[in-house]
């Protein structure tokens, strides 16, 4: 029997969540890690040293983002940089015919997804936006909890992402929510994305609150999605807040709370549930690596002509939220994102 070459890699960029992008290439078994690139002399050298030091003078490092394109070994690319170079960057990747697993957002502007969809069609080539949380089997289960009728028809969730801003990530808030900074646009994407896929239908409005610092970034933002029918997402997001990553989604009968949709490799997830009629439940389930678990999924639908799991339709939508919750924030009045 033969077995299938994997799909073949380049990272577009040195940025800190190499740390878990790029080992998660070299252990999914169905990819191969060929190359590295940045804009920062021996910093793609460094990254490789540091991250998978038994792949060096195996792995290709480049000081420069074009030689790294100009790689026609390469297959695919992943996008780590910052916000506001994503879409320039992948429609460059994507026009010399390169597979694009970028990293959220996948732009800041809905027109610059259309592009990238455009782009993508033409040249027939895979594009999906990095939520590495959805291929976590936690968020299967808690799907699977609703799905049996126990807490009922949802009605609200809330979903909660925060972390204590340390000095190394500083460059989060040095461009304002125009050009991709703060948290909306660095940790909200997680909470808005969660909070559409609870519910599983397009938001209909937005009221938010936020606020800025001196760069305009907002380094907190909160506020409600309304889906209609009464039913309401909270959200919030903070880099001056105690750390956080979980979503609760109320029903009708009962409750379920994803307590760390952002697991590390070893951690085992919590979930749990109640109901109205005083059941509780508490479920640890088996360590599980999202990160790879979303390089596997990526390279399976290039290899294998399958769709991927998050569309570029599920991109826009996320992407006209987070804009209709940057515009509630600045105006204080209440987006509408009604068609």
């Given amino acids: 029997m033969n077995q299938q070459a994997p799909l073949r890699w380049g990272i577009l ?35 490789l040293a540091k991250y998978a030091p038994a792949k060096q003078g195996r792995v290709r490092t480049y000081d420069g983002l074009d030689a790294l394109l100009d790689d026609e070994d390469i297959q695919a690319v992943y996008l780590p940089m910052a916000n506001h170079e994503h879409a320039e960057w992948a429609l460059k990747a994507i026009a010399v015919g390169k597979h694009v697993l970028c990293e959220k957002p996948m732009a800041l502007t809905v027109a610059d997804i259309d592009a990238i969809e455009a782009a993508a069609r033409a040249q027939n080539v895979v594009v999906m936006e990095g939520f590495m949380y959805r291929f976590h089997p936690q968020h299967a289960r808690v799907r699977a909890l609703v799905d049996s009728g126990l807490i009922g028809e949802v009605r609200s969730v809330h979903a909660s992402f925060s972390f204590i801003m340390r000095p190394a990530r500083l460059y989060r808030l040095a461009e304002g929510v125009t050009r991709g900074g703060g948290a909306m ?93 005083g059941q509780r439940g508490e479920e640890r389930l088996p360590a599980a690596n999202h990160f790879v678990l979303e390089v596997e999924h990526f390279c399976d639908c290039v290899l294998n002509g399958k769709a991927p799991l998050l569309t570029l339709e599920d991109a826009k939508i996320n992407c006209q939220t987070i804009a209709a919750v940057l515009q509630s924030a600045a105006s204080g009045r209440t987006a509408s994102l009604a068609n």
Wanted: hydrophobic share 45%; charged share 20%; proline share 5%.
């Fill in 185 to 277: 646009w660095d940790i909200g994407p997680y909470a808005i994305h969660s909070a559409r896929w609870c519910f599983d239908t397009p938001p209909v409005a937005v009221t938010a609150l936020a606020k800025y610092v001196a760069s305009g970034a907002d380094i907190t933002t909160s506020g409600v999605i309304d889906f209609g029918d009464g039913r309401h997402a909270h959200f919030d997001v903070s880099f001056e807040w105690a750390r956080q990553s979980s979503y609760t989604l109320i029903g009708t009968k009962g409750g379920v709370k994803c307590h760390a949709a952002w697991q590390l490799p070893e951690d085992e997830p919590l979930v749990s549930w109640w109901t109205e009629d």
């Fill in 13 to 47: 960029g040195a940025a800190r969540i190499n740390e878990r992008l790029l080992p998660a290439i070299v252990e999914a078994s169905n990819a191969e890690l060929v190359a590295i690139a940045s804009r920062r002399p021996g910093a793609a050298a460094e990254t």
